[in-house]
């Protein structure tokens, strides 16, 4: 059975995108691509980048996430009111207290900074995580 990888971004869908794009490059049709929409937008973008399924608002990220493999993200995903308020509570509580491993990527365009981490570029962050973290965590699940 494939593993169930859903990707969550908001806003333009920006993250979410490169992320999909650089999983099918990696994995191909070996992982099923969950495109998790904050809002239309962001949906709808990821399932042009190559996601196989997506849904959009707090009710389809709260019911999927708790059944996902692994879930990967902006780190704005695990926090309420994050994306200009597009995050809900009940959405980043979901994605926290999902069972699956999480994979979330240092971006945020909140008042927040993360100290003592890779000061990268996005694609190539997204690169090496792809290449590196989530094959280990896939390896593992």
Do not use: Y
């Amino acid at each position: 059975m494939r593993k169930k990888i859903c990707v969550i971004d908001g806003q333009g869908g920006g993250i979410g995108t490169i992320l999909i794009k650089n999983l099918k490059d990696k994995f191909g049709e070996s992982v099923e691509l969950l495109a998790l929409g904050t809002n239309a937008i962001a949906a709808s973008q990821m399932m042009k980048a190559g996601a196989n399924r997506c849904a959009t608002g707090e009710n389809a990220i709260v019911h999927t996430v708790m059944k996902a493999d692994l879930i990967v993200g902006p780190i704005s995903i695990s926090w309420a009111n994050a994306m200009l308020g597009e995050v809900t509570s009940k959405m980043a509580e979901a994605v926290m207290s999902s069972p699956a491993p999480k994979i979330l990527i240092p971006l945020t365009q909140e008042n927040v900074t993360i100290a003592s981490l890779m000061n990268e570029p996005l694609p190539h962050m997204v690169k090496s995580i792809v290449e590196k973290k989530i094959q280990e965590v896939l390896n593992n699940v």
